[in-house]
């Protein structure tokens, strides 16, 4: 009798994760289950930096802005008067219950950058260089998701992007009442990977920039 082969699916994921997916299912399966690596390249060295100088900034680690948030002075001396939380990591289990970000029940993980308490409202900050896509908005409503799952008592939630090389910032407020529809939006959103055993792929334009495709050495044949 020949050995039954194990099904390899994606159990867990965060916004990264699903974007992977939703671009191309093959790209997700290279990169979360099969953990192929992805080599890094100038424009993730700067976008690391820059969120390390906004970390250090709004903690007080740095006294003088840096020229890659100048687009934003009264902002980021806001989050630091409010003495903002950074880097903060929030997960949560197939009930949407809190646990360790390492525990075996992780189903959700949210990364926040930067996000503020005033009585029952919270301010949730997300720092991107580069441009901005439409699906911003989406990492926007998993934000909101977070915080309202985190802090049952807030009412209102704000959650905003910063484009900090281009000086846009867009927000999008929610409030407590939000919390059943967002919970279904993501729960209907991820159900195609969260089930998915083939990761058939998906050849679009970006192919053209994806270090898997065979001209790079890569598994995809597309």
Known sequence: MSPIAKVMQITAWSFSRFMDYFRCPALAKYKHVDKLREP????????????KQAEDFTNGKLKTLPLSLARFPKEFAALKKAKAITECQWCFDKNWEPVGWFDARAWCRIKV???????????????????????????????????????????????????????????????????????KEWVDRTANMLRDKRFAPSPGRHCTWCHFRSSNGGPCRF
Do not use: C, F
């Open 40 to 51: 890094g390249n100038a424009a993730m060295d700067n976008g690391s930096l820059v969120h």
């Open 113 to 183: 950058d930067a996000h503020a308490l005033s009585g029952t409202n919270v301010t949730i900050i997300d720092h991107k260089t580069g441009k901005e896509h439409d699906d911003h908005q989406w990492q926007r409503d998993l934000y909101a998701l977070g915080a309202l799952l985190t802090y049952p008592y807030a009412t209102i939630v704000k959650a905003s992007h910063w484009y900090l090389d281009i000086g846009i910032a867009r927000e999008t407020v929610y409030r407590a009442t939000d919390l059943p529809r967002l919970k």
